[in-house]
């Protein structure tokens, strides 16, 4: 019983998520990636301890841009637990990263990399960055999108998102904050610009127009903490979200695991949902 329900699911969490750091998991029960690695190789290890969540199962690091929060733990990381470190070589350069050569591996944008039974698709991004990628990670016919550091929305990301069972999605700011906020011009024409982040409305229209009926899953993602505020996020969202769980990804420490799994199956299938936490296979 366990076993079919392994077979047709996979298991996220957002380790930390926002301007300070992010570090995404998303794995099957035996193996698993990270996109970015945003924060501490310690703070790394102590989150996905405080998880149940074994270093072991990570076969891969994926890198989507050179922004600090997204690179800060890569080096450590990666040498100490010999993991590939799947990064452009623009990245890599811009970031100034010293990954150990036989670890780093460069990637093309909508070419899909298989790290043992996932599938991990890179696609080009609008960011204020040298080469910057979004990432969707398949497994057991389960899709997981990991869409951060977002300046518009456009035609690859509503393409992705719209075959996604769950998402980790940037609602970085809400524009009266931002506008009357004490950011100085300069930034704020950064933040909401076409190369700067998403807009909890820029969000909400990309979830309210695509999501697919399929989609059990929105992890709303790198707010910020000077013009945003998690519950205002909440509230704005689980209105709108019927049958979709609404999650906030903190800033400051790891969510729950999730488990995602294929609608499709759940109809057919008698099995209570499997609490995560009482989850000991990972
Ligand atoms: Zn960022
Ligand atoms: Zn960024």
New binding site residues.
């Given amino acids: 019983m366990l076993f079919s329900l392994l077979l047709m699911s996979l298991f996220v969490a957002s380790l930390n998520s926002g301007s300070n750091g992010n570090c995404y998991y998303v794995g099957n029960g035996s193996e698993a990636v990270l996109v970015d690695a945003g924060i501490s190789c310690r703070e790394t290890e102590r989150r996905m301890a405080r998880l149940n969540l074994s270093l072991k199962t990570v076969k891969a690091i994926f890198i989507s841009?050179e922004?600090s929060?997204?690179i800060k733990g890569v080096t450590v990381l990666s040498k100490k637990y010999n993991l590939p470190v799947y990064i452009t070589e623009t990245t890599a350069r811009f970031g100034r990263l010293n990954i150990d050569r036989s670890l780093a591996r460069t990637f093309a944008a909508d070419e899909t990399i298989s790290i043992n039974s996932l599938s991990v698709t890179p696609f080009a991004k609008h960011?204020d960055?040298g080469d910057p990628h979004s990432f969707v990670v398949e497994g057991n016919g389960v899709i997981v999108g990991v869409f951060t550091?977002i300046g518009n929305v456009c035609d690859k990301l509503t393409m992705h998102f719209k075959g996604c069972h769950a998402a980790f999605l940037e609602a970085n700011y809400d524009a009266d904050m931002l506008e009357n906020g004490r950011y100085p011009i300069h930034l704020k024409r950064r933040i909401r610009g076409g190369k700067g982040h998403l807009s909890n409305h820029e969000a909400l229209e990309l979830f309210n127009t695509h999501r697919p009926a399929h989609m059990s899953h929105l992890f709303l993602a790198h707010l910020s903490a000077e013009n945003n505020n998690p519950e205002l996020v909440n509230e704005l969202f689980s209105a709108h979200a019927g049958d979709v769980q609404v999650v906030v990804a903190s800033r400051y420490r790891e969510t729950e695991v999730f488990h995602i799994r294929r609608h499709d199956e759940m109809i057919h299938e008698p099995v209570p949902l499997m609490h995560s936490r009482q989850a000991s296979l990972f």
């Fill in positions: 841009h922004h929060d997204h960011h960055a550091d």
